[in-house]
Nanobody
Framework: VQLQASGGGLVQAGGSLRLSCTASGGSINNYHMGWFRQAPGKEREFVSAITRSRSTYYADSEKGRFTISRDNAKNTVYLQMNSLKPEDTAVYYC???????????????????WGQGTLVTVSS
């Protein structure tokens, strides 16, 4: 499956963005989906995940601000980001996982396919 992330851009602190991740060459019905981000000079870090049964998981710093959802009919996963902060600035990546190990959802190694990323820049 190939993933295409979109929706990034420049936004002021306190603003909102909605990222999309659309799959081709396969159905996301078969996958658990995750969002990660990577800021310059930093490791790629977990942001959020949604399982095939629509259970959702978030990094502590994103709880209450970000919402992950999926529309299997559109083969798309979304990340609604509100109350954005300058420290949210990063390239955001979506990824698929065929395996469900809840404790491993925040780990990059859990995921099989990755999109190319979309840049989010939050100005102060």
């Amino acid at each position: 499956v190939q993933l295409q992330a979109s929706g990034g851009g420049l936004v002021q602190a306190g603003g909102s963005l909605r990222l999309s991740c659309t799959a081709s060459g396969g159905s996301i019905n078969n996958y658990h989906m995750g969002w990660f981000r990577q800021a310059p000079g930093k490791e790629r870090e977990f942001v959020s995940a949604i399982t095939r049964s629509r259970s959702t998981y978030y990094a502590d710093s994103e709880k209450g601000r970000f919402t992950i959802s999926r529309d299997n009919a559109k083969n798309t996963v979304y990340l609604q980001m509100n109350s954005l902060k300058p420290e949210d600035t990063a390239v955001y990546y979506c990824a698929t996982s065929a395996r469900l190990i809840i404790s491993s959802l925040p780990l990059k190694e859990q995921y099989d396919s990755w999109g190319q990323g979309t840049l989010v820049t939050v100005s102060s």
